[in-house]
């Protein structure tokens, strides 16, 4: 994409600084447009947004919702356990978490209150932006409004990021009517837990970095003294300045480098590309990203024969100890382990519970909002196959951090865990807890390329239960 931006052009073309580019822009182009970006003053609770997506589906009544009375024959086989948060109960999977459920706010009436969105595409587009995919309007994400209206406060990275950003409904992320430089950034990499992952987007190229790059730097100075007389480059030199910094930025290095980490807190989140993401995750929200997203897919290693797609979309043998099979002859659960293997719901488990221990215990949970959230839940009964197939009368989200009141139940779901009972939610006041929490006026409205102007927070109230 080529952006008319004023005075610069051909000159800035033949000195492009070898920055990767985001969306098809450089990374200076994408950080002005970024800069438009305005504040709206108000005063918020929550300063950053940490989303973990667990994607595929989890299943309720398995993790957050356990129900032992459930029919036998449909039962999950994992006990309610007791927590620390008197009267809440987890399942035997979550028992890392039950020991800081004391903080945490867990919504067992989500549910999506008109059809469709029951595929994972719609789904997860669906908690994303916090609007139905089949409204008139596409709408952009959570994650490209806050930032469109807050900005950011760490200067060296993108407002808005997610860790990693490739798993199989990373394609679900929209920028509506916004512009495309208000879409996320997606640092990639298979696994991130391997000692050599990079985010290539933010690093120079080989044969621009160290000295070189300084001297195009010089070069670029230079040439911006000659040319500065009866041309509007002024402005667009902040933007590069920004980009070099970017470049060379100890803060983007850090917040990238799990070798900065002590054993101890890799440990904590556990080993792994699950517990690398949710660490990474923190340490952009440590750096000052405004919104992340961590949106896990675990990896197909030769140790994990079967293994290669690692969701939580279980439509057969939820329950195996190990691989559900690699044949599609049955309910197209193929490529995933049960939910009780370390891979799914060990790992998850683990790095959550860590992740909440450690943002506390760093002072990052009282300014975080922290969403751990799915696109919707699975069926109260197994299907033919033993598994469970896509639900969206009864689903569970959690919520800490940021005035979040701990050791809370929101919500209450029927015998089964298959429809709401009391107090129902959607995943339109997910978005509105979000922006009201960051202190986002949901009055005013944003404005199309058109000049229309756009109504992002009318649809419903915040969740009463977190605010």
């Known amino acids: 994409m080529n952006l008319p931006l004023p005075g610069s052009m051909t000159r800035r073309r033949a000195l492009q600084v070898g920055s990767a580019g985001v969306l098809g822009l450089s990374l200076p182009e994408w950080l002005a447009i970024q800069a438009r970006a305005s504040s709206s003053g108000i005063k918020p609770t929550a300063k950053n947004v940490l989303v973990i997506l667990e994607q595929g589906g989890m299943s309720q009544m398995d993790t957050w919702d356990p129900k032992p009375s459930a029919p036998v024959d449909h039962r999950s086989p994992f006990k309610p356990i007791a927590t620390t948060a008197s009267g809440m109960q987890f399942t035997e999977l979550l028992g ?8 945490l706010a867990v919504v067992r ?7 469709g969105a029951n595929g994972h595409p719609d789904g997860t587009q ?4 916090g609007s139905h995919p089949s409204s008139p309007m596409e709408m952009p994400d959570i994650g490209c409004i806050a930032t469109k209206l807050l900005g950011s406060d760490c200067r060296d990275l993108p407002p808005y ?6 798993s199989e409904q990373n394609a679900s992320a929209r920028t509506g009517f916004l512009p495309a430089a208000s879409r996320v950034f997606k640092t990639g990499g298979r696994d991130v837990s391997n000692p050599d992952w990079k985010v290539a987007d933010l690093l120079p190229r080989g044969e621009n970095a160290g000295t070189r790059l300084g001297a195009r730097r010089q070069i670029l100075h230079s040439l911006d003294t000659r040319f500065n007389v009866g041309h509007d480059i002024e402005g667009m030199d902040r ?8 470049l060379t930025s100890s803060r983007v290095s850090s917040a990238f480098d799990l070798k900065t980490e002590t054993p101890a807190t890799r440990e904590l989140y556990g080993r792994g590309h699950r517990g690398a993401c949710y660490l990474v995750g923190r340490k952009l929200i440590e750096a000052g990203v405004r919104f992340v997203t961590v949106d896990v897919l675990w990896p197909f290693s030769e140790d994990l024969p079967g293994g ?13 100890p190990g691989s559900c099979g690699t044949i599609r002859n049955k309910a197209g659960g193929e490529g995933r382990y049960g939910i009780g293997h370390w891979v799914m719901m060990g790992s998850t488990d683990k790095a959550f519970a860590g992740l909440i221990e450690d943002m506390d215990q760093r002072g990052l949970l009282a300014e975080t909002l922290v969403c751990f959230i799915t696109e919707f839940g699975r069926t109260p009964r197994l299907n033919a196959f033993q598994g469970r197939d896509h639900w969206t009368d009864a689903y569970s989200i959690v919520f ?8 809370v139940v929101i ?9 709401v009972l009391d107090s129902p939610h959607t995943p339109e006041e997910y978005a509105s807890t979000i922006y009201e929490k960051l202190g986002i006026d949901r009055s005013k409205p944003l404005y199309t390329s058109a000049n229309r102007p756009v109504f992002f927070g009318h649809h419903s109230d915040p969740i009463a239960g977190v605010m």
């Open 96 to 103: 890392h978490t039950s020991r800081v459920a004391d903080k």
């Open 109 to 115: 009436s989500m549910r999506h209150p008109k059809s």
């Open 126 to 129: 669906y908690m994303l932006s």
């Open 161 to 166: 990021i997610m860790v990693p950003g490739n």
């Open 239 to 246: 933007f590069y300045s920004q980009a070099f910094d970017t």
């Open 308 to 320: 290669f797609l690692l969701n939580w979309d279980h439509h057969d043998l939820i329950y195996t």
């Open 400 to 407: 800490a951090g940021a005035g979040v009141p701990g050791g």
């Open 411 to 419: 919500g209450k779901t029927d015998e089964d865990g298959g429809y």
